[in-house]
T-cell receptor, first 113, second 115 residues
Framework: QQQVKQSPQSLIVQKGGISIINCAYENTAFDYFPWYQQFPGKGPALLIAIRPDVSEKKEGRFTISFNKSAKQFSLHIMDSQPGDSATYFCAATSGNSGYALNFGKGTSLLVTP | NAGVMQNPRHLVRRRGQEARLRCSPMKGHSHVYWYRQLPEEGLKFMVYLQKENIIDESGMPKERFSAEFPKEGPSILRIQQVVRGDSAAYFC?????????????FGPGTRLTVL
């Protein structure tokens, strides 16, 4: 079964706007939550990651918000740019699984000029 | 430092043939993960290997699929007697150490098409 649920499936945002992608998980053993960015024809690349001992992590225009009690985490892209247009995957893992990543189904983001 | 290399990038096989996908991890990385991406789906974990050892193959189909990571050479994902449902993008990722939260670096993938 899908261990990480991601929404929305697709997202259109105007340049300069905020893109928000949400993920939820059930397995309380998960303790590492990365976000990957994938361009067509390429492999996923790590964008930003968080551990549950913090509620927020920011790197440039990208912010992860983490709610441990709700078992939810989200990616915020501030000042979205056309170059951000890609597919974004959230993931979750733990040492118990050898750090094999459990991915959400992905969100296709289109940032319009 | 070259990234994770996968070859071939595209592979076409007829039903019943064998497919061999190769993955060379980044230099210094001894942990390899294989994932499969079906159309409109996220990546699904298949197998986790260290040199000469399969650590976790819980995501591998029970039949026709096998993986190895020999002491020398690339990691190989082998699919015997391919069927149309095997058509997908197969990605490998490598990591230097699995005991901590190290980034998994992904290769560009092999896109398998089964005719």
């Amino acid at each position: 079964q899908q261990q990480v649920k991601q929404s929305p499936q697709s997202l259109i945002v105007q340049k300069g706007g905020i893109s928000i992608i949400n993920c939820a998980y059930e397995n309380t053993a998960f303790d590492y939550f990365p976000w990957y960015q994938q361009f067509p024809g390429k492999g996923p690349a790590l964008l930003i990651a968080i551990r549950p001992d913090v509620s927020e992590k920011k790197e440039g225009r990208f912010t992860i918000s983490f709610n441990k009690s709700a078992k939810q985490f989200s990616l915020h892209i501030m000042d979205s740019q056309p170059g951000d247009s890609a597919t974004y995957f959230c993931a979750a893992t733990s040492g118990n699984s050898g750090y094999a990543l459990n991915f959400g189904k992905g969100t296709s983001l289109l940032v319009t000029p | 430092n070259a990234g994770v290399m996968q070859n071939p990038r595209h592979l076409v096989r007829r039903r019943g043939q064998e497919a061999r996908l190769r993955c060379s991890p980044m230099k210094g990385h001894s942990h390899v993960y294989w994932y499969r991406q079906l159309p409109e789906e996220g990546l699904k974990f298949m197998v986790y290997l260290q040199k000469e050892n399969i650590i976790d193959e819980s995501g591998m189909p029970k039949e026709r699929f096998s993986a190895e990571f020999p002491k020398e050479g690339p990691s190989i994902l082998r699919i015997q007697q391919v069927v149309r449902g095997d058509s997908a993008a197969y990605f490998c990722a490598s990591s230097p150490l699995a005991e901590t939260y190290n980034e998994q670096f992904f290769g560009p993938g092999t896109r398998l098409t089964v005719l």
